[in-house]
């Protein structure tokens, strides 16, 4: 792993170290547990509803409030008046809004539903208090399980609402019908995907600072989406914007869940000014398995129709997505039930899609946007059905995927949902692929019984495309109207010469400080060391949409391209000045400004910024030109655009225990132009790793009655380093043709391959035992069961 | 604690009570410190028997010679047990009072057949291993009791061991897993067997179907495999959101012929 | 049931601390709030995370799982005790070299874990190296960079160590 070296033309494609390590690395990361308390602050701990469906009758606080060190004991009848119910309220035909209070008021809707909330001088104290809190709760009928809530008689999650569907969708392409029923074969299956959790190390937290002369509340808080947060609590509060400052601070993981506005942060703002005191909630580990935002938990009924040839001719999917007990700010429930249908066409070129998608209440915490959203799972399912194809036909996995797959000089390819494809490499990702594998050799030594060395042993390809970088018109298309789409950047060149860059990003590992600078270091020639990249702070960045589903590359990669350009023009002209010479023929290079082909003829940017900011003997203001020298750009990319990659996992299967191991794992990547390759094998290495979890042992829990089971690190299993093998990882590049500096994004496609290519991988070993892979995660017992025939 | 009663809690390592009390599972009022009673950290040789302090960490039992010369089974078992952080802190004491069903110590301990030492009040007791594991996470001591001295046996020269076991995934918390230790005589026949399940029920289970099974048998593939597969009938696993019964029965036939090839093997453990 | 306060006095990273604790307040609440020294992280509070890995009287040890009153008298090193001045120590610069870290919020922990190992075990194998690292969890990595970092570090120490 190498820095840049002097006399290297680009910083963008290098490995640069990361400039976060440093603080990281010493223990200085400041996490939102870590920001100063200011005198007084109080802490916040939340009563939690033990029960998953529940009216409350009566809330009994008088023993909570007596006890030393308690201040305030709150229900959700003392903050109706200030927080009304929230939600992403969009309009889309078959969406139902279900809004959510900050605090129950009269009914509880999953276990995890906050009831009231102490604020004490401590946080043992506060948790002291909640124990102390008695609520008269009369217990109703639940449901956990989303095929349990369509039934008629199911009991009503919100009873404003004729049913438990707060969101149906459906389209089917013209022709559909006649392409389906002349194809030669039909397959069905019914896919089961677990409910998985974000679980990232730090747990979510706020700590809200109120300030009593501008009356203002400053919220730092563990938030992916600082200005969107901003947005929804001044909205929700009914306050103005300048009332409210986010800030992002070192954020410990987000990986989706951290994308979505929380009760705890407008409680802890909202009570803040009440109070007139800082008020600071940081939750524990089962609260979080309880009550941060879940993901997964889908049922896809998929019909394949496919030729002789193993061409497919038309795809229908139905899909049901449990939603949870509410609509979440700012996606909505329809995140999930959309992305699926939207993604499972994949790199495949079928010209028939119909799908049907519907989101479901039940009684458990609400679902939403975690790495990949449904494209793992969708694309888990494709591939499965192309294995099973395969096999059907008598024809290699590999050939089948060649006789469908959309092929580089197709590109831009539209595809059967109008989703443009940009540029991409999908033969060449899976050739490679297969050469590092040794497909050939792999097959050689297979057997029909699978058995190797005592153990079932399978290979599983996929072949998976990752939306990337989705700007505006996206998310209007998709009826997003709490998400701006765009993103900005703030350059600019201080008086001493450095360069101090804010972008709308903010950062939860993916290394935006070393990325962006070097970015901008190629736009203006300047070091990545003389660059200082900030973000996450409503006050001191531009406005924007924020970082998830893999946009950093794209909008902020963007955003800091179009300000370097202006900043650029500025600082040639005052070079120009200096040097007595016409700005075009000035060149940045090396943090000075020289003449083209005349190196001795320069100025550095201090001696630059010197003269623009007017820190010089004479005026060295060129003419028609202002003092200062920075410059503010937003970006939105034309539509999005399509990373894509080949997954390849060997895996063996423990024929006495059903425990799977991944013993090799493969990947070629194409994410456009490779900013800096170090971060993006990292950012799949971790993908990868969060979808082997989900494939094989994660799952939240819930019992019949919506009781959580899985609310521990001992109940909740995330993979260790005994779980996941080291990626054999290559780049291949296919810059994209839509996006300003050619960059996708690159932080899901880990995910995104990995499920697809491990269950596949256990279908092919378990081929033996004639089992269908349709449900997640394939434990060992679940694995067993399929060798032991048990499941028939 | 005679003082108070069931509000009072012997705080060994807190490797397994201080997670139950951060989460308000466990909410004793007072907690008695044992770490800093250095009188009950010891290791002691005596005749026959290796002797336990309840406050000796987990890690000097694993890091300990005499342990790997004279009682080969808690030697294998050791580096199962949880993760090296957690044995530092983690004791024999407080592992075997906790009574986790899944524990490695508990399984060993009933292997060996070790002599538990309770002490309270009104003097020592000794419990037999076999009825001092009572049910899931209950031991036979009672409230004002503590395991004060655990007396394991010594192993002969002819003695192997072994210890094998299995989860969810790997390097996270056990489910099943066995203890085994062999005597073969000179012809390689097995003189004594002794086969232990933890994770295959309320408590550790001896497995004596397999150990009859092997008596008087070599260490081979079919002998292991048919001794293994007997071990089924000697357990009556629960069903959690962790494993089926049935997974559990089918991992401890597992664990058994895994433990008897690591014996057969001469492997040891990591 | 008496929760009066108590004097603790402890040595951490080298500097005394003494502060006046109610007993059940855990050694991880009083590294972080009473000295300060908040790069020791709490990721679970029921010790298997491994982020508030610390070391206590010479052995690593889970912050969370200890009551910072049994730390009364003793020494313990944090990670803001490892660099050496200025300059990261020889396994924060593997993490560093190796892009062994994303968030960071583990790392701490991983660094505490890692210096007891590589003391005990100067030459580890891939398997033993992955062993060690199983008993903290990271979301972020994938933990192929980690092992990495510790394959770096380890033979960087043991070339220091024959100098």
């Given at each position: 792993m190498s820095t840049h070296d002097e006399g290297s033309d680009t910083w963008v494609g290098k490995a640069v170290l990361r400039k976060e390590d440093q603080r990281l690395l010493r223990g200085f990361g400041t996490y939102v547990d870590d920001v100063p308390e200011p005198r007084g602050t109080l802490h916040l701990s939340m009563l939690r509803s033990p029960y998953a469906h529940a009216r409350v009758l009566s809330v009994d606080t008088s023993e909570a409030e007596s006890l030393d060190g308690v201040v305030a004991v709150v229900t959700g009848a003392d903050v109706a008046d200030l927080i009304p119910p929230f939600a992403a309220d969009y309009e889309r035909p078959g969406f139902k809004i279900s809004h959510r209070p900050a605090l129950a008021t009269d009914t509880v809707r999953f276990v995890g539903d906050g009831v009231a909330l102490v604020l004490a001088e401590n946080a043992y104290v506060a948790e002291d208090a909640i124990g102390l809190i008695y609520v008269e709760y009369v217990p109703l009928p639940a449901v956990a399980d989303v095929e349990e809530a369509l039934q008629p008689d199911a009991p009503r999650i919100h009873e404003d609402l004729e049913d438990n569907i707060l969101l149906t969708g459906g389209n089917k392409t013209d022709g559909f019908d006649a392409v389906f029923q002349s194809a030669d074969h039909v397959f069905r299956e019914r896919f089961r995907i677990n409910r998985v959790a974000g679980v990232a190390m730090e747990p979510r937290g706020c700590l809200a600072i109120y300030d009593k002369a501008e009356d203002a509340v400053t919220l730092w808080t563990g938030t992916q989406v600082p200005h969107m947060l901003r947005v929804g609590i001044a909205r929700y509060l009914g306050w103005s914007e300048s009332q409210v400052r986010v800030v992002a601070p070192d954020v410990g993981g987000g990986f989706g869940p951290k994308m979505y506005l929380y009760p705890e942060e407008l409680l802890a703002v909202a009570l803040a000014r009440q109070y007139r005191s800082p008020v600071k909630w940081i939750e524990d580990r089962l609260e979080d398995f309880l009550t941060t935002y879940h993901a997964r938990d889908h049922v896809y009924d998929v019909e394949v129709a496919f030729n002789d040839d193993g061409t497919v001719q038309a795809v229908n999917v139905d899909v049901l997505v449990n939603s949870g007990a509410y609509s979440n700010y700012p996606m909505g429930v329809g995140l999930e039930p959309f992305q699926g249908p939207l993604n499972m066409p994949g790199p495949y070129r079928f010209r028939q899609f119909a799908f049907t998608c519907k989101g479901i209440a039940t009684n458990t915490c609400s679902t939403g946007a975690f790495r990949g959203v449904s494209a793992p799972c969708v694309t888990m399912a494709m591939e499965g059905m192309m294995d099973r194809m395969a096999r059907h036909l008598g024809l290699d996995r590999v050939e089948i995927r060649r006789r469908n797959i959309i092929h580089s000089d197709e590109f831009p390819y539209l595809n059967v949902n109008n989703q443009r494809y940009d540029t991409g490499s999908y033969v060449e990702c899976l050739d490679r692929a297969l050469e590092m594998v040794d497909y050939e050799g792999y097959l050689a030594a297979q057997t029909p019984e699978r058995i190797i060395d005592g153990k079932y042993r399978g290979i599983g390809i996929a072949v998976v495309t990752e939306l990337t970088g989705q700007g505006a018109a996206r998310y209007k298309a998709r009826n997003?109207?709490?998400?701006?789409g765009f993103d900005g950047a703030h350059l600019a060149i201080e008086p001493n010469g450095q360069v101090i860059a804010s972008t709308s990003f903010s950062s939860q590992g993916q290394g935006h400080e070393t990325v962006f600078a070097q970015v901008i270091a190629d736009e203006l020639g300047v070091s990545v060391d003389d660059i200082t990249v900030r973000g996450g702070d409503t006050q001191n960045s531009p406005f924007g949409t924020g970082t998830f589903a893999s946009r950093g590359a794209v909008l902020g990669g963007g955003a800091v391209i179009r300000a370097s350009g202006d900043l650029r023009e500025k600082i040639k002209k005052f070079a120009a000045h200096l040097l007595e010479a016409s700005p075009d023929d000035i060149v940045l290079e090396g943090g000075h400004a020289h003449v083209q082909g005349v190196r001795e003829m320069r100025v550095s940017f201090y001696e630059i910024a010197r003269a623009a900011y007017g820190l010089t003997d004479s005026m060295q203001l060129p003419e028609g030109e202002d003092f200062g020298l920075e410059a503010l750009a937003t970006y939105d990319p034309p539509a999005s655009s399509i990373a894509n990659a080949c997954h390849i996992a060997c895996v063996a299967v423990d024929a006495a225990t059903g425990i799977v191991e991944v013993e090799r794992y493969i990947v070629v990547h194409d994410c456009g132009r490779v900013i800096n390759p170090l971060l993006v094998e990292s950012q799949v290495q971790g993908g990868v790793a969060q979808g082997l979890g989900q494939a094989l042992f994660e799952e939240v829990l819930y019992d019949a009655e919506g009781q959580l089971l899985s609310a521990t690190l001992m109940d909740y299993m995330v993979p260790t380093a005994c779980d996941v093998p080291t990626l054999e990882f290559e780049h291949i590049e296919s810059p994209s043709s839509d996006t300003l500096g050619g960059f996708k994004g690159a932080g899901e496609g880990g995910v995104i391959g990995s499920l697809p290519a491990i269950a596949c991988a256990v279908g092919d070993a378990l081929v033996p035992v004639g089992a269908n892979i349709n449900r997640l995660p394939l434990r060992p017992d679940t694995v067993l069961s399929l060798i032991e025939g048990a499941d028939g | 604690m005679a003082e108070h009663g069931i509000d009072a809690r012997p705080l060994a390592g807190g490797q397994s009570l201080v997670p139950l009390i951060n989460m308000r599972m466990a909410q004793p009022a007072v907690l008695v410190d044992l770490n800093r009673c250095s009188e009950l950290a010891y290791l002691r040789e005596e005749d026959g028997v290796l002797a336990c302090g309840p406050m000796i960490r987990q890690r000097e039992l694993e890091l300990s010679p005499l342990v790997r010369r004279h009682c080969p089974l808690i030697a294998e078992a050791m580096p199962h047990m949880g993760h090296a952080t957690i044995r530092n802190r983690g004791t024999a004491g407080g592992s075997l009072s906790h009574a986790d069903p899944s524990a490695e110590l508990p399984g060993v301990a009933l292997a060996m057949d070790a002599e538990m030492v309770a002490e309270g009040p009104n003097g020592r007791r000794n419990i037999p291993v076999a009825e001092f594991f009572f049910a899931e996470l209950t031991t036979a001591l009672a409230a004002d009791e503590v395991l004060r001295e655990i007396r394991f046996p010594k192993a002969n020269s002819h003695t192997v061991a072994a210890f094998a076991e299995v989860g969810s995934h790997f390097g996270g918390l056990a489910i099943v897993g066995v203890a085994a230790q062999v005597e073969r005589d000179t012809a390689g026949r097995c003189t004594k067997v002794v086969l232990a399940a933890t994770g295959a029920g309320e408590r550790p289970t001896r497995l004596p179907s397999a150990e009859s099974i092997l008596t008087g048998e070599a260490l081979e593939e079919r002998t292991i495999m048919a001794a293994a597969e007997a071990a089924a009938s000697d357990v009556d696993p629960l069903e959690d959101l962790h494993a089926s019964a049935h997974w559990r029965r089918r991992a401890a036939v597992a664990m058994v012929a895994q433990a008897l090839r690591q014996i057969a093997a001469g492997v040891h453990s990591r | 049931m008496s929760t009066a306060r108590r004097e603790v006095r402890v040595t951490v990273n080298g500097r005394a601390y003494s502060r006046s604790v109610e007993p059940r307040m855990l050694l991880a609440d009083f590294v972080r709030h009473e000295c300060g020294l908040t790069g020791t992280h709490v990721g679970c509070a029921h010790g298997v995370c491994g982020a508030c890995t610390v070391v206590l009287d010479g052995v690593s040890a889970r912050s969370c799982l200890t009551f910072a009153i049994q730390a009364d008298g003793k020494e313990i090193t944090t990670v803001e005790g490892l660099a050496e001045g200025d300059s990261l120590n020889a396994l924060q610069q593997a993490f560093h070299e190796n892009h062994a870290?994303?968030?960071?919020?583990?790392t701490p922990g991983f660094l505490m874990s890692l210096t007891e190992f590589l003391r005990e075990t100067p030459d580890p194998d891939e398997a033993q190296i992955r062993e060690r690292l199983s008993g903290n969890l990271c979301r972020c990595t994938g933990y192929a960079n980690i092992v990495r970092a510790v394959q770096a570090a380890a033979q960087r120490l043991r070339e220091e160590g024959r100098t």
């Open positions: 997003l109207s709490d998400l701006p | - | 870290l994303q968030c960071g919020y583990c």
